[in-house]
């Protein structure tokens, strides 16, 4: 039985490829060292970028500038910062060096929204899109990312299909607790979208792509 929450990133990525993208994703644009990707079950992709590749098999682009065409593709997975609120104007220590991050979390957000943008541009209709993100606390504040991703997407013409939640094991936090103002967040998320060609409308209670017709014009994407 495939289960929306489990402590296994392998398991979840592996459960995503089962239920929506059989032939495995096609692309890849935070590759890193596509520790994501193993050859007994979870295929490579068939594009591979990063902004700072790791090897001459990986090709060198931004998640929010890629060079493909309008709908090439037929799936994405996206694996991108989720760190914001440093201090200093480039991130630190051991997270921020191996993985990137933002300074602010607004400014980490608007990324996320012109990658959304381009990824709605690459894939075709009816394309996969998988993207894991972290809520995140910045200055005694939350900032629930997953939200902002999901309706963020709707605007860019994706359909939630799926989430998945991987909690963690452990996970590398700083040492002053005694100001803490919020729990920390030991769990991220796998969403999955599906491309369409309109804004979708998503109310309480869900409702099928299908049912998005781009009938009213105002609806429809350019």
Not at 2 to 11: A, E, G, L
Not at 47 to 66: G, M
């Amino acid at each position: 039985m495939i289960k929306t929450v489990s402590d296994n990133q392998h398991d979840i990525i592996r459960d995503i490829q089962n239920l929506y993208v059989k032939d495995g994703f096609e692309l890849d644009p935070t590759y890193s060292k596509g520790v994501f990707y193993k050859p007994e079950d979870i295929k490579e992709p068939t594009h591979k970028y990063d902004l700072f590749p790791r090897n001459d098999s990986i090709n060198k682009a931004s998640a929010d500038n890629l060079p493909f065409e309008d709908g090439s593709l037929k799936s994405i997975m996206f694996d991108p910062p989720f760190m914001a609120g440093f201090t200093k104007p480039k991130p630190t220590g051991v997270m921020g060096t191996r993985f990137g991050g933002f300074r602010y979390v607004p400014d980490l957000w608007e990324w996320y929204d012109r990658c959304l943008k381009e990824f709605g541009r690459i894939l075709d209709k009816g394309g996969i899109l998988t993207f894991k993100c972290q809520d995140t606390v910045s200055s005694g504040k939350n900032w629930f990312s997953h939200s902002y991703v999901m309706n963020r997407a709707l605007e860019h013409g994706f359909y939630p299909r799926d989430m998945f939640v991987l909690t963690a094991k452990s996970r590398m936090i700083g040492h002053n607790h005694k100001n803490q103002k919020h729990a920390r967040k030991f769990h991220s998320y796998f969403w999955v979208f599906e491309k369409t060609n309109c804004k979708v409308n998503y109310d309480i209670v869900g409702i099928d792509p299908s049912e998005n017709t781009c009938a009213n014009s105002k609806n429809r994407l350019s």
